[in-house]
Structures are given as C-alpha cells and as structure tokens.
C-alpha cells in the first residue's frame, strides 16, 4: 500500500532562515510521481512541483528547491531566506500507478510552517 | 476567472439533513475529483470522474453520491448528513494524463453538520 510521511508535524522559523521540509514514501511502484502541494491560511490547495520516479534530478524554482532521493524513499522540500508569506501547511503526495485516467494521490499528513518576524 | 470554483464555500446544517456541494472547472480537464479533508487536515480522495463516467469510487458510505452531467462539472449530494460528515471538501480536475496528472484544486467548501 502507497504511503506518504511527513513527520514534522509543525516548524516554526524565523524569517530569512532557510528550513526543510520532510518527507517520506513507501511505494511498491517501480514508477510513480511524487507532489508537493501548499495550503495557506486562505484553505485553497495549490501546486508547487511534480517529479516522476525517474527522474532524480534535483529542482530548483527561485526560493524553492527539493532533492528527491530514490535510495531513502525521500523527497524533502527546501524554502531558503523564508519569508511571512510561506506560512502554510505543506502536503507531499503519491501518485499511484494504475490504468485508470485520474491521478490517484495519497496524501502526507502536512506540515505547518509558520514564519515569524 | 476561477479556475476550479465550488459552491457554496461554507455550509452549516443540521443532522439528518440533505445537501449538495456544487464544482466546475474552465481548464479544460477530462477529469475531476472530490476529496475529503478531515479537521486534522488528512486529505483523502472520494471519487474522480473522467468524461462524466465514474471511474474512482473509495471507501465512501452510499449516502454520498456525486454526479457529473458534463466533463466541466461534478457536484456532490450528501444525504442525512451526519456529525461525522463535517469536513472541508474539496473538488480538483486534471489533464487527461492519466495517474502522472497534477490537480488543480478549488477553494474547499466547508461544511459543518449540528
């Protein structure tokens, strides 16, 4: 069974500090994609990135960056020089690989991050 | 304009009553979603759509029944809600690629059942 962990339940950072964000997969799939969606305190769920199994490669996106690890089953999320904005609740998800035409995503449990002055 | 938009934003009603939470999207997308978000903030998938043909269906009691009368639209009827029910509910579409799609989410709609 796909499942997805992200065991810091809550960080608290100071701006401009930089803070990682954990997680971890366990899947039975050779292929598979991983997510990473933001919740700010408005409650809409937005998109950050989509990374598929085979492709390791670290991302970059401005502030943003995340290393995915096949060999630890990991796929952290890195926010350098945050900023008050950031304060949100992160979710890692799971694709599941299937025959079917919908992207069937298990979630983390998210992590509160909440950014102070 | 609103990508995925889901009416009404709140909800509050009492037990036993029926309600239905109402979604669209203007991107396009042949396949649209309900997910569940617990008041611990656990999101969990209920149903996806692709083309107005049913295609996931979780672990979902019957008194739940989504409907989608074009690929543009899934509403979700809830019958003789129960205090369990209240959550926030979220619809999202994706493009046709199958499992590797990215969702595109709505605001939520929050429900609360007394």
């Known amino acids: 069974a796909q499942k997805v962990t992200q065991a810091q339940t809550e960080i608290s950072v100071v701006e401009k500090e930089d803070v990682t964000l954990d997680c971890v997969y366990e899947t039975r799939d050779t292929t598979y994609y991983l997510f990473w969606y933001k919740q700010p305190p408005s409650g809409e769920l937005v998109f950050l990135i989509r990374r598929n199994s085979f492709d390791e490669q670290n991302e970059i996106s401005g502030r943003y960056s995340w290393n995915f690890q096949k060999s630890t089953s990991s796929f952290n999320f890195t926010i350098t020089a945050s900023q008050v904005v950031d304060s949100a609740v992160y979710f890692c998800a799971l694709s599941e690989a299937y025959t079917g035409t919908a992207s069937k995503l298990t979630f983390g449990t998210g992590t509160r991050l909440q950014v102070t002055l | 304009d609103t990508a995925v938009s889901q009416t009404p934003k709140y909800l509050v009603t009492q037990m036993g009553n029926d309600k239905s939470i109402k979604c669209e999207q203007n991107l396009g997308h042949d396949t649209m979603y309900w997910y569940k978000q617990d008041s611990k903030k656990f999101l969990k998938i209920m149903f996806s759509?692709?083309?107005?043909?049913?295609?996931i269906n979780e672990t979902v009691p019957n008194r739940f029944s989504p409907k989608s009368p074009d690929k543009a639209h899934l509403n979700l009827h809830i019958n003789s809600l129960e205090l369990g029910d209240s959550a926030v509910y979220f619809c999202?579409?994706?493009?046709?690629?199958?499992?590797?799609?990215?969702?595109?989410f709505g605001e939520g709609s929050r429900l609360t059942v007394l």
């Open positions: 999202a579409s994706s493009l046709g690629q199958g499992w590797a799609g990215e969702l595109f």
């Open positions: 759509y692709n083309n107005k043909e049913l295609i």
